[in-house]
């Protein structure tokens, strides 16, 4: 049910000794064809790591035949050594899989500011060669081997009616932010698609799914998202019909990093309705849910609908206090920004929150609209990212 | 040493009932004159309190005889019954005054949501105007009754040799942000100025001051910052001199503000040099300065430059990764985004960290730096909010 899960697509996931844990962290992922286009989105922070600036630089062929992964080091802030780690690693790749350099992608997670052993990883990247498989544990072990601090693996596909499939497998927890929430995710397909479709679904996909996640507002160096169509299943695949399942597989994919977010308790959606227009609506509910003092209220279950209003209230939108109404988990509380409701009939128990938000901006068919999911902030987010150094 | 300091003011702080816990709630300043300019900075959130839009618009006349504050609720979100409440405030200050309503200034504090006690809080007017006096005392009591969850009160002044003395107070311990970090803060001065100079000055200490402040990225929806001045010293000031001794003070009680931070564990200074402009020196400081994975390392006294330079890289500025050097407590760890440092010789055990942050954009005498003043992300800011209701 992941990157294995498309015909065409062989993947192995090993540990190679990169994390001192012992546990999985290198992932190898082939396109065996009979086609092999490709596109990628990748984070917006201008301090990208070196993995980042050489899968962009291949990706401007639209093809790729391999990916390789690693957790347990970002390679980011590493400088020309870490360009030519990165470079060694998809030399060696191409060495085992057959191809050139050119038709590898590479992507690191982890720490900030350390080399990563390039012995370690070349010896890595062979040893899982001698591992590629078809079949879901494959695509299991791929998922397993990109871990931070998630908890759970993260994977999903979608089958058409049509003949062809989609699945995909992320990892992120922490420094997930605008644009980009996650830190790596690999999709394959089998659908025949040209390029240039495949890499406008693809940023359609993002766009209303890891980009509508937003845990903590901090962009990482490392965010990369990658789509591989190996044309196996024979079948040509309508556009909009793949885009809506390359979404679908996206969405689910990111719902899976919200509820595993590092320290998370509560699930929570804030919904904008009614606005401007739709970057209004997106920008509203993004400074909602990156904002400290709801997320701690939330938090603490306590429906402070008030703070929700100020935060839409500093948002870089058009807002009329006026017609500002917030309901939280189905009670309305303030209605033209004033209190309309009674806290006490709000019930935050439970482990989803919906916080609407209507600005009374625009209406019916013409309505702009906006979801971004988030999580609260608790003790657990401060305990797990004090101490971090995975 | 607060808003008595200044000849020709008098003020009281006292009990009003507002709060449920009997602690001091409101406070009354009144300017005796001769002169009675004044000036006011107010939150640009788009969801302003009753208050102040009561304060703003009587200040459009550049004179104040009087300022009534409470803590124990905002008086935000609380519609046309809300304003009727700033408004019959300020009339009955008016009226023990003796003066014009349009003469007061009234600022409220507390949480957003629900309704004044108007009849508590004109009850409370009259009993603080029989208790209104000169002198340090009375200054004292208007710090500690506009306290929310403030742990100490706020106070400062400055005496210029030429013969006047500005001083104020100020409260704010959380929702504190972008451009107006303070909730509320009254400043008075004894010095002869005209409104436009006094005015002008208030601008420029604020944005050198309370706007550098920056402890949750929330902009909450009542800050006010009010300079009252009576000319009781009868010496005219020298304008830059002036604006030098209100920025001074604004800025002590500024970083009062930032040692008093919700759940401070650490106070961080971030120094961003070589900027591009100073709009984006600024920019990156105020970036870092939010970073919850930033201000979460430094709860946990780890030096992850990785983080710092990660956030640079998101900031809406001009960024060259080939000339970004971090430096945390005078110890260079990363140059040109590469790690340079030993994170070990790093030592964050202490209170105070300085994270300098040199973009290479710009320098020596053209050089643009800016320095943002925040506090780390610890359990105890987390406890606090999540459970804040007063």
């Known amino acids: 049910m992941s990157v294995t899960a498309a015909q065409g697509f062989r993947a192995a996931g090993i540990a190679a000794g990169i994390k001192k844990s012992g546990k999985a962290d290198l992932a190898l992922v082939v396109n065996d064809g009979p086609r092999a286009e490709a596109a990628g989105v990748f984070t917006r922070n201008k301090v990208k790591a070196a993995p980042v600036l050489w899968s962009q630089q291949v990706l401007t062929t639209g093809s790729l035949r391999a990916v390789v992964l690693n957790s347990g080091g970002a390679n980011a802030c590493t400088g020309a050594e870490g360009f030519q780690v990165a470079h060694a690693t998809a030399e060696q790749v191409a060495e085992v899989v057959g191809c050139g350099a050119i038709d590898v992608a590479v992507c690191s997670t982890g720490l900030i500011g350390e080399q990563l052993p390039r012995e370690t990883v070349l010896a890595g990247v062979r040893s899982a060669a001698a591992e590629l498989a078809s079949g879901p544990e494959a695509g299991s072990a791929v998922a397993a081997a990109i871990m931070t601090t998630d908890t759970v693996p993260k994977e999903s596909a979608v089958t058409d009616p049509a003949g062809w499939t989609v699945g995909g497998t992320t990892k992120g927890a922490g420094m997930i932010a605008p644009s980009m929430a996650t830190m790596l995710s690999v999709v394959t ?102 904002d400290s003092l709801v997320k701690t209220a939330m938090f603490g279950s306590d429906p402070n609908w008030g703070r929700v209003a100020a935060s839409a209230g500093y948002a870089d939108a058009e807002i009329d206090p006026e017609r500002l109404d917030v309901t939280i988990n189905g009670v309305l509380l303030c209605k033209g920004a004033v209190v309309a409701g009674d806290r006490a009939d709000c019930d935050l128990s439970g482990k989803d929150v919906l916080i609407e938000v209507e600005l009374g901006l625009s209406g019916g068919a013409d309505g702009h609209t906006a979801e971004i999911r988030t999580t609260d902030l608790s003790h657990a987010y401060v305990e797990e990212n004090s101490a971090y150094s995975s």
């Open 189 to 290: 397909t089998d659908a025949v698609l040209d390029r240039a479709t495949l890499d406008a679904a693809l940023r359609e996909a993002v766009r209303y799914s890891f980009d509508r996640l937003d845990v903590d507002g901090s962009m990482s160096t490392n965010d990369t998202v990658l789509v591989l169509a190996s044309g196996a299943s024979g079948v040509e695949a309508d556009p909009a019909v793949f885009t809506a399942a390359l979404t679908r597989v996206c969405r689910d994919l990111a719902e899976q990093m919200q509820a595993d977010a590092e320290g998370v308790t509560k699930r929570i959606t804030v919904r904008v309705t009614g606005a401007a227009s739709e970057d209004d609506a997106v920008t509203v509910a993004r400074t909602i849910a990156r």
